[in-house]
């Protein structure tokens, strides 16, 4: 061969070399972001493929799956997204653009020919946050969740009332469904499971208790006539919830957990209560005399208050500094068995009477109450004009009494039965309750009878009782002092105050 035609031979050899090493490096060593035939999430890329790995995530955290529990309640259809599954896009992206650009040239190419065969798919690699699945499941929570309860001792009855079982929906134990949702297409359904919880006192242990000595005891009084018939009511049942509750040692108990809500559903009616300083009506009224008479009982028993509210005003059915207001779920009444043996509760209600009594093996100490009221505060006065009531009448609604405010200091001296003696002081302020009139449109005010002083609000004495029991006047301070011809009518749940709420005695003594 000439040396012309070896020439072009070679220049035709170099020419096809750079046409097949141009295919080469656009198969083997492509200039996008991802090799063709690769997938993510088992789809072939097809265009950008940030826009891809976008529409891959975006269509798993919108599957939808059937929430249910493991008893079969149904929580209907949630996106898997809503149930707190995410996707990293950024980092599926970062593994999905390495794929066919890392390596020799070799295994890029050989990595390219499986891409170009379908064999090569970059998962989505999705994550649960366990917060959104929980916050869904805790809607079903308040009614399907069931609280354990224990046994108790029926005393009246010489029996025991067993024990039950409670359960709650778990929602982190759904959370390897959830995963195995978000890996695989064919998982339709995530069911939330019940976790059992067992009885805190069981049967068995109750019937060995030894409940023969009252540690304290005390007992309150009220009515259940005319309006006050569905205050009766609650009070029988907040008892009834309370009677023969266990204490262990060490244990606290609270008052709301163990009554439950105020509602129909658990058995309460309505009933006047007190309700940002006024009367309203409202489900459970009388379950704050069921919390105070329980406080008292305790208090003489010598169980540690661990927490305790005074009312926003003095009760009529017992002294200062023995009260303690309750609200569901937010203002309890928490008391801890201090002794190294369980008390049991004792709570019955005969006629208008409430008795509470704290039980156990022995008595360990003798408690004395004492009270001293160190300043009162004057009550104001509200006046409001009702377009009810006819012009020109002198017919007054008496929306609400007053009643000043106090201050005191009460104290706890346990004389103990190792000889000991420990004090416990502490002061409780009562805010003044607003005295509210309801007139007429154009009401002299000037008729109204004049607020009363300060210096007259306490009596002097010293009272050494060992029980209280009061009762409601028919008479208002309005009617005794007016000297017009203005007529006053209480508006329902506008008691008068008693005596012990107008003046109470400056400072008592009694020792159970």
């Not at 029926?154 to 390897?176: C, I, S």
């Not at 005003?313 to 009444?333: C, E, K, N, Q």
Request: some cysteine; charged content about 25%.
């Amino acid at each position: 061969m000439g040396i012309l035609p070896r020439l072009s031979f070679l220049a035709l050899l170099a020419a096809g070399g750079a046409v097949w090493g141009a295919h080469a490096k656009a198969r083997y060593l492509p200039r996008g972001d991802a090799l063709p035939g690769l997938r993510v999430d088992g789809a072939p890329v097809e265009g950008s493929l940030r826009a891809d790995v976008a529409a891959r995530a975006a269509a798993l955290r919108g599957r939808t799956v059937h929430l249910a529990s493991s008893r079969g309640d149904d929580f209907g259809e949630h996106t898997l997204g809503d149930l707190g599954v995410t996707v990293d896009e950024d980092a599926t992206y970062a593994r999905a653009a390495r794929v066919g650009h890392e390596g020799d040239w070799l295994a890029r190419a050989e990595t390219a020919e499986r891409a170009a065969r379908g064999e090569i798919d970059v998962p989505l690699a999705p994550s649960v946050d366990a917060e959104p699945l929980v916050k869904i499941v805790a809607k079903y929570k308040e009614w399907l969740d069931l609280r354990p309860e224990s046994a108790r001792l029926d005393l009246d009855a010489h029996t025991v009332l067993p024990e039950k079982a409670g359960r709650f929906l778990d929602a982190f134990a759904a959370l390897p469904a959830l995963e195995r949702a978000a890996r695989d297409p064919s998982v339709r359904e995530i069911v939330v499971p019940f976790a059992d919880v067992p009885p805190r006192v069981t049967s068995d242990f109750v019937r060995t208790l030894d409940v023969h000595a009252v540690l304290g005891s005390y007992e309150t009084w009220f009515s259940r006539s005319g309006d006050q018939k569905h205050r009766g009511h609650n009070i029988d049942v907040g008892a009834s919830k309370l009677d023969g509750v266990v204490l262990m040692p060490g244990e606290i108990a609270s008052f709301n957990a163990i009554v439950g809500d105020r509602s129909e559903a658990n058995g309460f009616e309505k009933s006047w209560q007190i309700y940002k300083g006024e009367m309203v009506e409202g489900i459970g009224g009388g379950t704050c005399q069921v919390a105070s008479t329980l406080h008292a009982a305790a208090f003489f028993a010598g169980l540690e208050i661990v927490e305790r509210l005074p009312h926003s005003r003095p009760s009529g059915y017992i002294p200062m500094g023995l009260d303690a207001t309750v609200v569901y779920p937010i203002v309890d009444l928490k008391l801890r068995n201090p002794n190294p043996f369980p008390v049991v509760v004792h709570a019955k209600t005969e006629g208008g009477k409430l008795t509470v009594q704290i039980l156990g093996a022995e008595r360990t100490a003798k408690v004395t109450f004492s009270r001293e009221l160190l300043d009162t505060t004057p009550y104001p006065r509200k006046v409001e004009e009702d377009p009810r009531l006819a012009n020109g009448d002198d017919k007054v609604i008496i929306k609400q009494h007053g009643i000043r405010g106090f201050r005191i200091e009460r104290r706890r001296v346990l004389a103990l039965a190792d000889g000991a003696r420990r004090v416990e002081k502490n002061v409780d302020v009562y805010p003044p309750t607003t005295e509210i009139y309801e007139v007429p449109p154009g009401f002299d005010e000037s008729k109204l009878p004049p607020l009363p002083e300060d210096d007259a609000a306490t009596s002097d004495t010293t009272s050494t009782s060992t029980s209280t029991r009061t009762s409601t006047s028919a008479s208002t301070d309005a009617s005794a002092n007016a000297t017009s011809t203005v007529v006053y009518v209480d508006a329902p749940g506008a008691h008068a105050p008693t005596s012990s709420q107008k003046a109470p005695e400056k400072k008592i003594t009694f020792t159970r």
